[in-house]
């Protein structure tokens, strides 16, 4: 059977940098109750004419470049996004617009946090199947426009920002098996709801969930690629909170990996999240190519799916 792998990367954010400091002029915070309870010093955030769609093609662009093939040779695009400003065209379809793509298929995956890792285990299924060759899968998030600035738990938290990835088939399987599921009873528990639609959360609940739940789920991804986690050479988990990250990480054995902290300069950029801070690790020179690296996405929907990669 024809595995896949990720071939290429790339991502974008906005050139609107938003410290604690004024975020400390808007609600009442500071940037020392900022740092010392979620880790955030900066976040990004899109100018008021900038759409997901745009994000998202800057990033989707740059993997192509990245990558070395045609617009032509892609034919399924994949945007993982929960903050998508129309329903028809699709954020996929717009992106294959402005990169000029040919005719591939495109859809759009809204699973909030874990968005990209479930878009990522889609294109890898698809073309094992033979349905694809080559995918572009991007996660994307304008999340400031959910945001209600005067929240101070949840202002804090979000930024903009894309993240995308080239996936092709490959002889040998550099994508492994996909862990997915969700806790539907408790998906209230993070929720971006109203008109207009505005991003709320029960954070210890999420909190408890994900430092207790979720490391024994991740071990299970590196048991179903067949990696011990003291072999990989990277660990990017959803960048919620660097309190979640720290845990999870330590509790899941991964002592020699890097594990990335992009939150603490980007934000919680929900579905951008993983493709962002992995496409800078990689353009940092952090990880060699063909180690393994573990992508691990959790969140809204309390859904989870991960997969152990080998580095581009």
């Known amino acids: 059977m024809t595995g896949s792998r990720v071939l290429a990367l790339g991502h974008y954010q906005p050139a ?7 975020l400390a002029a808007m609600v009442d915070t500071s940037d020392e109750w900022i740092r010392s309870r979620v880790g955030i010093r900066t976040r990004r955030v899109a100018a008021p004419d900038e759409t997901v769609a745009d994000m998202a093609a800057e990033a989707a662009g740059k993997a192509l470049a990245n990558s070395g093939l045609a617009t032509e040779e892609i034919d399924l695009v994949l945007v993982a ?19 000029g793509l040919a005719t591939p298929a495109t859809m759009d995956v809204n699973v909030v946090c874990s968005g990209f890792t479930h878009a990522l285990a889609s294109a890898d299924h698809a073309i094992r ?3 694809a060759t080559n995918a572009l899968v991007v996660g994307v998030e304008k999340f400031t426009s959910v945001t209600d600035w005067t929240d101070r738990t949840t202002c804090v938290l979000t930024g903009d920002g894309a993240g ?13 098996p996909v862990v997915w599921g969700s806790v539907p009873g408790m998906g209230h528990a993070v929720r971006i709801e109203g008109t207009p639609s505005r991003f709320s959360q029960e954070g210890q609940s999420v909190y408890r969930w994900a430092t207790t739940q979720l490391p024994p ?3 299970r991804v590196c048991e179903r690629a067949g990696v011990a986690p003291e072999e990989l050479a990277a660990v990017v988990l959803h960048q919620a909170n660097l309190r979640i990250i720290e845990p ?6 991964a002592v020699n990996a890097v594990v990335a902290t992009d939150v603490t300069e980007s934000g919680n950029t929900s579905a951008a999240s993983i493709p962002l801070a992995l496409s800078k690790l990689v353009e940092r020179g952090e990880v060699p190519s063909g180690a393994p690296v573990l992508l691990f996405g ?8 991960g997969q152990v990669i080998r580095c581009p």
């Open 248 to 253: 999870v990480a330590r509790k899941l054995g």
């Open 16 to 22: 609107r940098v938003l410290t604690n400091d004024e």
């Open 81 to 99: 996004t929960c903050t998508a400003d129309d329903r028809s065209p699709n954020t996929a379809a717009r992106v294959a617009a402005a990169l």
């Open 129 to 131: 199947a033979g349905a």
């Open 298 to 305: 959790f969140g809204g929907n309390l859904s989870y799916a």
């Open 164 to 176: 995308a990835a080239v996936v092709t088939a490959s002889a040998e399987p550099e994508i492994g």
């Open 217 to 219: 789920i991740a071990r």
